[in-house]
C-alpha cells in the first residue's frame, strides 16, 4: 500500500487532499446535525436536516454527463472552493449571532449540491491514476488516511464540546480543514482528459449511464445500497438524541461519531484482509448480515457495559466501510472509465431519493415512538433480511473474488 503513496505522486497528492476535504465533509455533517438538535430537541428539525443533506444528490444524475465531459480536477477544485465559502460564512456569521434553523437548512443544501459535483468526479479521477490491480488498495489508503486525521479533529472537538466551547470554534476548525483540502487539490493534475467532443444529446449520454445500471449485478447491488441507505438514514437523524440518552451529556454525539471514524479503519483492514480470500458475493451476504446483528447487539448492550458497546460500534461502522469499499472497487473494475461519472452519479441519485424518505421517515419514528433504541433495532433487523435476501440474487452469488474480476 505504501509503494503506492510514495511511486505515485499524483495519487498522494490526491489522497492528501481526499483525506482533508472528506473530514471537512464529516464534520460538516456531524456537527450540522448536532447544532440543530442542540438547539431545537425537536426530531422532526433534525429529520429535515438530514433531508436536506440527502435531497439535493438526489439531482446527480444531471450531473453526469456534465461530469464525465469536463475535467475533473476543475470540477473538484470548484466544488472544494465553494464548501470552503460555506463553511466560511457560517463561521462568520456564528461570531455576532447564532443562525436561525432555516439558514442552517439552505447552508447545508448548498453544501450539498457542491458535493454532488465533487463526489463523481473524485470516483471517477481515481482510476485514471491508479492501476485496475490497486484500486482496492488505493480505496482502502483513502480511508484509512480520512480517519487517522478525522480521529485527531474528533477528539478535538470532544475535548472543546465536553469544556462548553461555543459553536463557532467548529465552525473554524471546519473551514481550516476545507481549505487545506483546497490547498491539496491545488498540486492534483490532471492524468486524463475529459470525455471527447460527441454528437450524442445530453439524454443519450444520460441514457448509457443508465444502461449500466438497469443491468447485471450492479443493479442487483445498487437495489441493495439503496434499502440501506433509507434504513442507515433512519437511525442516523436519531442518533443525537439517542446519544443524550444512553450517554446523559452532548459529548456522547462525538464519541459515537468517532468510533464511527475507527471502524472504517478497520474496515479498511477487513477490506485488504478479506479481499483475495473469498468471494464477493460471501463479503456482501454475510457482510449485511453481521452489521445487521451487531446493530441489534450494540442497542440491547449499551447500558450495561458501555465499553463494549463501543467495541460493537466499531465493528459495525467497520463491516460497513469494508462492504463499501468492495461495491466502489467493483464498479470502478466494472464500468468503462468513460462512463464512470454518469453511473456514480446516477446512483447518487437513487441513493439520496432513498436517503430523504429515510431520514424524513426517522424523524417521523423518532417523534411517534416511545423509545428511540427501536429505530436502531428496525434498522438491524432490516439489514439481516436483506443480506438473507441476497442469497436469491443469481448475479450476486456469481461474483467471483475480488482479485478475478
Request: charged share 10%.
Amino acid at each position: 500500500m505504501l509503494i503506492i503513496f510514495f511511486q505515485n505522486r499524483n495519487f498522494r497528492n490526491f489522497l492528501l487532499y481526499q483525506a482533508f476535504c472528506g473530514i471537512g465533509r464529516g464534520i460538516f455533517a456531524i456537527f450540522m446535525m448536532w447544532v440543530v438538535h442542540f438547539q431545537y430537541q425537536n426530531s422532526m428539525y433534525t429529520g429535515i436536516a438530514g433531508f436536506m443533506f440527502a435531497f439535493p444528490n438526489v439531482a446527480s444524475f444531471i450531473a453526469g454527463p456534465f461530469v464525465d465531459r469536463r475535467s475533473k480536477v476543475a470540477l473538484i477544485r470548484a466544488a472544494c472552493y465553494a464548501q470552503l465559502c460555506i463553511a466560511g460564512l457560517l463561521l462568520a456569521l456564528s461570531l455576532t449571532f447564532q443562525p436561525a434553523v432555516w439558514f442552517l437548512f439552505i447552508a447545508i443544501f448548498v453544501f450539498q449540491v457542491a458535493n454532488m459535483i465533487s463526489s463523481p468526479a473524485e470516483t471517477a479521477y481515481l482510476p485514471t491514476i491508479v492501476d485496475s490491480d490497486d484500486l482496492i488498495k488505493a480505496n482502502a489508503f483513502i480511508r484509512i488516511t480520512a480517519t487517522i486525521v478525522g480521529l485527531s479533529i474528533g477528539t478535538l472537538l470532544y475535548l472543546l464540546m465536553a469544556r462548553g466551547a461555543e459553536f463557532f470554534v467548529a465552525y473554524a476548525i471546519n473551514t481550516s480543514v476545507l481549505f487545506i483540502a483546497l490547498v491539496f487539490s491545488i498540486f492534483i493534475k490532471s492524468a486524463s482528459t475529459a470525455e471527447k467532443p460527441t454528437n450524442k444529446n445530453y439524454f443519450t449520454q444520460l441514457k448509457d449511464g443508465l444502461e449500466y445500471v438497469k443491468k447485471g449485478v450492479i443493479a442487483h447491488l445498487v437495489l441493495v445500497f439503496m434499502l440501506t441507505s433509507i434504513m442507515g438514514n433512519m437511525a442516523y437523524v436519531n442518533l443525537p438524541m439517542f446519544a443524550e440518552i444512553h450517554t446523559g451529556e452532548a459529548s456522547g454525539y462525538i464519541i459515537f461519531t468517532a468510533i464511527g471514524l475507527v471502524g472504517g479503519i478497520l474496515g479498511s483492514y477487513i477490506a485488504r484482509a478479506i479481499g483475495a480470500k473469498y468471494k464477493l458475493s460471501v463479503i456482501f451476504i454475510c457482510g449485511f448480515i453481521a452489521m445487521g446483528i451487531a446493530r441489534i447487539i450494540f442497542v440491547n448492550i449499551i447500558d450495561d457495559n458501555f465499553r463494549r458497546a463501543l467495541w460493537i460500534l466499531a465493528l459495525y461502522a467497520g463491516l460497513g466501510s469494508a462492504v463499501g469499499i468492495f461495491f466502489d472497487s467493483l464498479q470502478q473494475k466494472l464500468l468503462p472509465e468513460k462512463i464512470i461519472g454518469r453511473v456514480s452519479t446516477i446512483n447518487t441519485s437513487l441513493f439520496s431519493i432513498a436517503a430523504s424518505i429515510g431520514a424524513l421517515l426517522g424523524g417521523v419514528l423518532g417523534a411517534i415512538l416511545p423509545n428511540v433504541d427501536t429505530v436502531f433495532v428496525i434498522q438491524g433487523a432490516a439489514y439481516i433480511i436483506i443480506g438473507l435476501c441476497l442469497c436469491f440474487s443469481s448475479h450476486v452469488r456469481m461474483l467471483p473474488k475480488s482479485n478475478e474480476l
